[in-house]
């Protein structure tokens, strides 16, 4: 973007409705410039589907050792496993695209299947994005895709979104059902973890009656990560809604969050984010100025 020329976003988030809304939280649309050069998306506890329609965007993996391995052009759409740490995103025009957020140990009926392809387990797209051709099959993307830009308004996108993926989870259950085993149990383990004072993961395999093995097998086939990495991800999400609804006193957050004390907070934030916590509200604010909403995206240059 040039200097000087004025920033116009839009962003619509609706929740989907029937069947499809077991499986996918929100669906949101996004269009327009940004005014700075870099996102950063916090990693939120959830797989995410993104089908762009517009200029390619950048990716980049700040784990990654150098700049050429982990920069990468994307172009049409991909998959972003469970993240255990930031994505850098870079638009290269125009933003233009749609996407959906699934529940917690729900998107297995999204993870491949095509043409007799095997369903991939959610551990194997852990801090990784994929294209989702290699999922879905080139023509079913494209198909999504031509369906999808042909709507109109951002309304009726993301209405053309969710017949797309209700079409996708329609065929998924009817034809080599995906590996859904153990979900409902797994739903409740995860509603423990996550609750207001959540339980420890020995404590969530007692009640449950199962051991710590199994849960974690569970856990990383359907969600991609062990449930004391959930746990955190769970705890680290609730501290940056409060960071972003404001610049609180961090040992109250930190309290209010049920870390064990301030450094301990600071020192999970910053392994989530890559930030300090006043880094993440200093360049929220200076573009989003206070609020929650969207909590996951920080402008980073």
Same mark, same amino acid.
């Not at 259950?173 to 959540?198: K, Q, S």
């Not at 870390?259 to 200093?282: C, K, N, W």
């Given at each position: 973007? =040039?200097?000087?020329?004025?920033?116009?976003?839009?962003?619509?988030?609706?929740?989907?409705?029937?069947?499809?809304?077991?499986?996918?939280?929100?669906?949101? #649309?996004?269009?327009?410039?940004?005014?700075?050069?870099?996102?950063?998306?916090?990693?939120?506890?959830?797989?995410?589907?993104?089908?762009?329609?517009?200029?390619?965007?950048?990716? #980049?993996?700040?784990?990654?050792?150098?700049?050429?391995?982990?920069?990468?052009?994307?172009?049409?759409?991909?998959?972003?496993?469970?993240?255990?740490?930031?994505?850098?995103?870079?638009?290269?025009?125009?933003?233009?695209?749609?996407?959906?957020?699934?529940?917690?140990?729900?998107?297995?009926?999204?993870?491949?299947?095509?043409?007799?392809?095997?369903?991939?387990?959610?551990?194997?797209?852990?801090?990784? /994005?994929?294209?989702?051709?290699?999922?879905?099959?080139?023509?079913?993307?494209?198909?999504?895709?031509?369906?999808?830009?042909?709507?109109?308004?951002?309304?009726?996108?993301?209405?053309?979104?969710?017949?797309? !993926?209700?079409?996708?989870?329609?065929?998924?259950?009817?034809?080599?059902?995906?590996?859904?085993?153990?979900?409902?149990? /797994?739903? =409740?383990?995860?509603?423990? !973890?996550?609750?207001? =004072?959540?339980?420890?993961?020995?404590? @969530?395999?007692?009640?449950?009656?199962?051991?710590?093995?199994? !849960?974690?097998?569970?856990?990383?086939? /359907?969600?991609?990560?062990?449930?004391?990495?959930?746990?955190?991800?769970?705890? #680290?999400?609730?501290?940056?809604?409060?960071?972003?609804?404001?610049?609180? =006193?961090?040992?109250?957050?930190?309290?209010?969050?049920?870390?064990?004390?301030?450094?301990?907070?600071?020192?999970?934030?910053?392994?989530?984010?890559? !930030?300090?916590?006043?880094?993440?509200?200093?360049?929220?604010?200076?573009?989003?100025?206070?609020?929650?909403?969207?909590?996951?995206? @920080?402008?980073?240059?």
């Amino acid at each position: 973007m =040039r200097d000087g020329e004025p920033a116009s976003f839009e962003f619509l988030r609706l929740r989907p409705r029937g069947p499809l809304a077991r499986f996918v939280s929100s669906l949101w #649309f996004a269009r327009g410039r940004i005014h700075y050069q870099r996102d950063a998306i916090l990693p939120g506890g959830h797989l995410t589907l993104i089908l762009n329609l517009g200029a390619p965007h950048r990716t #980049f993996d700040p784990r990654a050792p150098q700049e050429l391995a982990r920069s990468r052009l994307r172009t049409d759409a991909w998959l972003c496993g469970q993240q255990r740490g930031p994505i850098l995103s870079e638009p290269t025009a125009e933003t233009h695209m749609v996407g959906a957020f699934f529940h917690p140990a729900r998107a297995a009926p999204f993870l491949g299947g095509s043409a007799g392809g095997a369903w991939r387990p959610a551990a194997e797209l852990t801090d990784q /994005l994929v294209s989702l051709e290699s999922l879905w099959g080139a023509t079913s993307v494209a198909r999504a895709r031509d369906e999808i830009a042909s709507a109109g308004a951002p309304a009726a996108k993301l209405a053309a979104l969710g017949r797309v !993926l209700e079409a996708r989870l329609n065929r998924a259950m009817g034809v080599g059902r995906p590996p859904l085993g153990g979900v409902a149990r /797994l739903e =409740r383990a995860l509603a423990l !973890l996550e609750g207001p =004072r959540g339980h420890s993961v020995a404590a @969530v395999c007692e009640q449950l009656g199962v051991s710590a093995r199994h !849960l974690g097998g569970e856990c990383r086939r /359907l969600l991609g990560v062990s449930p004391k990495t959930y746990a955190r991800i769970v705890r #680290f999400n609730r501290a940056l809604r409060g960071a972003a609804r404001g610049a609180p =006193r961090w040992s109250e957050l930190a309290r209010a969050c049920e870390y064990y004390d301030q450094a301990h907070f600071i020192r999970d934030f910053r392994r989530f984010s890559g !930030l300090t916590p006043g880094e993440y509200v200093a360049r929220r604010r200076a573009v989003y100025g206070e609020g929650e909403e969207a909590a996951e995206f @920080v402008p980073m240059a």
